[in-house]
């Protein structure tokens, strides 16, 4: 059974860090590529960052390409988005995904505010 679970979130302030890590179980996670989402309120979910299954590739969502980083350590089964000068409009519940299995985390909590 897929088990992926998301951690790291919290309140930071404008032009602030975090770093979100998802602990994945269940399947062979060195195999499969794997995405974080986010989802603010009274918007749809949109896909933020997606990695290689060995790290080789990623992609971003525009909006924020050159601040936030998706990287993986197969050896421990976890996926991480590093997220720098964080601005309020990032606030939102990240989720992390597994798209063939179409699986998600429980998502963690970001808001950024003065």
């Known amino acids: 059974q897929v088990q992926l679970v998301e951690s790291g979130g919290g309140l930071v302030h404008p032009g602030g860090s975090l770093l979100l890590s998802c602990s994945a179980s269940?399947?062979?996670?060195?195999?499969?590529?794997m995405s974080w989402y986010r989802q603010a309120p009274g918007k749809e979910r949109e896909q933020v960052a997606w990695?290689?299954?060995?790290?080789?590739?990623?992609t971003y969502a525009n909006s924020v390409k050159g601040r936030f980083t998706i990287t993986r350590d197969n050896d421990k089964n976890t996926v991480y988005l590093q997220m720098n000068n964080l601005k309020p409009e990032d606030t939102a519940v990240y989720y992390c995904?597994?798209?063939?299995?179409?699986?998600w985390g429980q998502g963690t909590q970001v808001t950024v505010s003065s």
């Open positions: 995904y597994l798209p063939t299995r179409r699986s």
């Open positions: 269940g399947f062979t996670f060195s195999g499969y590529a």
């Open positions: 990695i290689a299954p060995v790290g080789s590739s990623s």
